[in-house]
């Protein structure tokens, strides 16, 4: 394997997990070095057009995290999109956190939190049957199940 008289990698080291995605990435945006370096410069990262070239060529895998997370975010990526394409395990979000990411959740949790243990126990029966009612209404109309609302 010639990879250039300047490349220090030991022929049998792996080109790095950031590599093979990210030249991915680069053919199917088309895009380039340079204007993904001005894009994350103007994101506040410090990086150049070489760096990113070593990079996607493997002769640099030990890549800062910021940069990282300006490439997943300059490509519209979620976060460990390059450690999951490495073949890490993809680390499942706790679904309270993900619950209350959502506004409307976040507000009715601060509510319930001022509430009475009475008060919590009727709001957790409510939101059952709020839930049992939700999902009878996605049964397909021929469906066998009475629906609470007809």
């Not at 008289?5 to 199917?28: Q, W």
């Not at 760096?51 to 890549?63: A, D, E, F, H, P």
């Not at 507000?107 to 999902?135: F, M, N, T």
Request: net charge negative.
């Amino acid at each position: 394997m010639d990879t250039g008289p300047d490349d220090d990698r030991c022929e049998s080291e792996p080109p790095g997990i950031f590599a093979a995605p990210l030249n991915v990435l680069y053919s199917k945006t088309g895009t380039s070095d340079i204007a993904v370096a001005e894009a994350l410069r103007a994101a506040g990262i410090r990086v150049t057009a070489q760096y990113l070239g070593q990079i996607r060529s493997g002769k640099r895998q030990n890549v800062g995290s910021d940069v990282v997370r300006g490439l997943e975010a300059h490509f519209d990526l979620p976060p460990g999109y390059f450690y999951r394409s490495a073949g890490a395990p993809a680390i499942e979000p706790n679904p309270i956190i993900k619950a209350v990411s959502n506004p409307d959740v976040a507000a009715l949790l601060l509510r319930a939190g001022e509430l009475s243990p009475r008060g919590l126990s009727y709001l957790r029966d409510l939101a059952d049957q709020i839930r049992k009612w939700d999902l009878a209404t996605e049964l397909p109309p021929d469906s066998p199940v009475r629906r609470p609302y007809s």
